[in-house]
């Protein structure tokens, strides 16, 4: 056998050996791309639907923004008068309309209960506190800008308005503690941010959200009031746990 025939042979062969790691490998990445690159994409076509509906948990945390009158600084019967902060809760429901990749129109009207409250230190060292307790009804109307989906989740922005009123209010009968004199109608601007985790049958969105009322609450005119005070308004910080 000439030499050359069987350097061919020699070389022939391993060319196979080589084609065949080659195929190998390329197997093998197939697979492994396949096994763990592989990300299961729930409600691929959740945006296709104009409107969803769902429902929500809230925890609101309260308290009144005091502007005090000029009278405060020239009497001497009060020395101090704040509004503290308190915790309240509220549930409602959610109703979402798609206008485009990036902007949705919602509402989420609700029902809150709130506790809030002021309280005057007075020079003789005796306390007053006054308590607003009621149940008010918020329908809100905001605009969502979305980021881009990436897989399962994607963040969000969104701001508006919101009104609200009072459906009953409860006076709580303790020893220096009276109701607090205020309207029972608000409106407030609002804003904030959340994340949206798309799950194998609902939409999971936490959301904070800051509101700040534009109305004084405070009744002035009524010979009740306390004439220390000038503007009372709402401010409140709310943590919303979302499902759609």
């Known amino acids: 056998m000439h030499t050359t025939h069987v350097w061919n042979l020699f070389d022939l062969h391993w ?16 697979a492994d791309a396949q096994t763990v690159g592989y990300f299961r994409k729930h409600q691929e076509f959740y945006d296709d639907k104009p409107i969803h509906y769902g429902f929500l948990f809230a925890l609101p945390v309260t308290r009144f923004r005091l502007v005090h009158d000029d009278s405060f600084l020239t009497q001497d019967t009060t020395n101090r008068i704040t509004a503290p902060v308190t915790v309240g809760f509220r549930f409602g429901f959610v109703m979402n309309g798609y206008l485009n990749d990036h902007w949705d129109i919602r509402t989420t009207p609700s029902v809150s209960l709130y506790n809030r409250a002021v309280e005057y230190e007075y020079g003789s060292g005796k306390k007053r506190r006054e308590l607003r307790e009621a149940t008010w009804i918020e329908i809100p109307l905001l605009f969502k800008y979305k980021s881009q989906r990436r897989m399962n989740s994607r963040m969000y922005m969104l701001a508006g308005a919101t009104f609200g009123f009072e459906t009953n209010v409860r006076k709580r009968q303790l020893p220096g503690s009276d109701r607090l004199n205020a309207k029972s109608a608000d409106l407030t601007i609002d804003y904030g941010f959340g994340f949206e985790q798309f799950l194998a049958y609902t939409k999971f969105s936490p959301e904070l959200r800051f509101s700040h009322g534009i109305v004084n609450l405070y009744r002035t005119n009524d010979p009740n009031s306390t004439a220390s005070i000038r503007r009372l308004t709402s401010h409140t910080v709310t943590l919303y746990l979302m499902f759609e």
């Open 15 to 30: 060319k196979k050996i080589i084609l065949g790691l080659l195929i190998g490998s390329g197997m093998l990445n197939t």
